[in-house]
């Protein structure tokens, strides 16, 4: 494979599945797991994409265009500080609006994923750990392991898009064949993400 292909597809893996795309599906996916009502939907919805995904993108462009950060996979450690804090901050005022306007089984599968924000954002204060091996990672096995439509956290789920799960070795292949992190770094970021969904599953069964 040509070196301009490989570089095309590294950056488009990064794109279509960065933080910026996975966040507000992450979001939707939940919002269809907990089986909410429709007014709920309709209150929650537009709040969450706001305090989750909208601010800290806005933030981010705007870091990027006054300079403060470098370039678009903010490659230095401590200029991913703001924008993942402020991310937090996000999810955090979110989760007063899922305990008030949502369902038990929203707050618990919101939870899950809040808890692995935070493990993230706290480790970035000391270590550069890979936010798409992390997002992936947990989302693609909780989709497999989150039976929609049944009652929550089937013992072993329902497993109907293991596919997905072969993509987490590709955009593995594109954060480090453009150089954004090390092995160590991927490692980690699949094991926190990893881990997460999979307590969180033990703890309901």
Not at 12 to 18: H, K
Not at 52 to 70: A, D, E, H, N, Q
Request: glycine share 6%; charged share 15%.
């Amino acid at each position: 494979m040509k070196k301009q292909t490989k570089d095309f597809l590294a950056e488009a893996i990064s794109r279509v599945f960065g933080p910026p795309v996975e966040l507000p599906v992450i979001i939707l996916i939940l919002l269809y797991a907990a089986n909410l009502t429709t007014l709920q939907v309709l209150k929650i919805t537009p709040i969450l994409l706001f305090l989750c995904w909208l601010l800290p993108v806005f933030y981010f462009i705007y870091s990027l265009r006054k300079g403060t950060i470098s370039d678009l996979d903010a490659q230095n450690r401590k200029e991913r500080i703001p924008t993942y804090t402020l991310t937090l901050i996000g999810w955090t005022i979110g989760l007063v609006f899922v305990k008030l306007w949502g369902n038990d089984t929203f707050l618990r599968l919101y939870f899950s994923f809040f808890i692995l924000i935070f493990i993230l954002v706290f480790i970035t204060y000391f270590y550069k750990v890979s936010i798409h091996a992390a997002l992936n990672t947990a989302l693609f096995l909780f989709i497999n392991l989150y039976p929609v439509g049944h009652p929550p956290y089937g013992v072993y789920g329902n497993w109907r898009f293991w596919g997905f799960l072969f993509l987490i070795p590709l955009v593995l292949w594109a954060r480090w064949y453009k150089k954004n992190h090390d092995g160590k770094q991927l490692l980690l970021g699949v094991l926190v993400g990893g881990a997460v969904i999979l307590v969180n599953l033990l703890a309901n069964l």
